[in-house]
């Protein structure tokens, strides 16, 4: 899908952004920048804490993937995280 046809669904009616949003073959990138240096377990655990009831209790596991993707580091402030979904 091309960089048009994003915008013209996002100012479409919520029934459109709705079904974009649940389509796979529409790409989506979450883009989180700190504010201030955070280090990576309070970040994950926050964003985990955000998405584990959001998820109704399916495919919890893939949150223990997503965990173990993430460095055991920190994010310096304005440091940039994207994630294409």
Same mark, same amino acid.
């Given at each position: +899908?091309?960089?048009?046809?994003?915008?013209?669904?996002?100012?479409?009616?919520?029934?459109?952004?709705?079904?974009?949003?649940?389509?796979?073959?529409?790409?989506?990138?979450?883009?989180?920048?700190?504010?201030?240096?955070?280090?990576?377990?309070?970040?994950?655990?926050?964003?985990?804490?955000?998405?584990?009831?959001?998820?109704?209790?399916?495919?919890?596991?893939?949150?223990?993937? !997503?965990?173990?993707?993430?460095?055991?580091?920190? !994010?310096?402030?304005?440091?940039?995280?994207? +994630?294409?979904?």
């Amino acid at each position: +899908m091309n960089p048009e046809s994003i915008e013209a669904i996002k100012k479409g009616p919520a029934e459109d952004i709705e079904q974009a949003l649940l389509d796979p073959s529409i790409h989506r990138t979450i883009r989180i920048v700190m504010y201030r240096e955070v280090d990576m377990e309070t970040c994950i655990s926050a964003i985990l804490e955000a998405l584990e009831p959001r998820m109704n209790g399916e495919d919890l596991d893939k949150l223990e993937e !997503f965990k173990k993707l993430n460095p055991p580091d920190s !994010f310096a402030e304005a440091a940039i995280i994207e +994630m294409t979904v």
